[in-house]
Nanobody
Framework: QLQLVESGGGLVQPGESLRLSCVASAPASGLTLDYYAIGWFRQAPGKEREGVSCISSNGNRTRYVDSVKGRFTISRDNSKSMVYLQMDSLIPEDTATYFC??????????????????WGQGTQVTVSS
């Protein structure tokens, strides 16, 4: 079992930045974060959960949904069991609950909900003037 905890959400104005963090722990299994691809997903009220960005287990490959390309950057530090999502130039359409998730499925990162086994509880991001 892998436990994920997100932090860093908040209320910001359009154009501002936030950095989300996700810390992973596996107290029983002994598995470390570097076994897993990690994805950041978001869900706005009344909408389906969508993949925002994902990163391969070794951090060499990343993928972004078109709406955040050039504004968001995903990264990870396996030595610290941490994954980050730097969000710049935020717009109101980015408002949602953001989740990090972990899965084992291959070398290419794929931001599809069914591929991810473990999920955090989410952190709220609100972009409003």
């Amino acid at each position: 079992q892998l436990q994920l905890v997100e932090s860093g959400g908040g209320l910001v104005q359009p154009g501002e930045s936030l950095r989300l963090s996700c810390v992973a722990s596996a107290p029983a299994s002994g598995l470390t974060l570097d076994y897993y691809a990690i994805g950041w997903f978001r869900q706005a009220p009344g909408k389906e959960r969508e993949g925002v960005s994902c990163i391969s287990s070794n951090g060499n490959r990343t993928r972004y949904v078109d709406s955040v390309k050039g504004r968001f950057t995903i990264s990870r530090d396996n030595s610290k069991s941490m994954v980050y999502l730097q969000m710049d130039s935020l717009i109101p359409e980015d408002t949602a609950t953001y989740f990090c998730a972990a899965g084992i499925y291959g070398s290419q990162p794929i931001c599809a909900v069914p591929l991810y086994t473990f999920w955090g509880q989410g952190t709220q991001v609100t972009v409003s003037s």
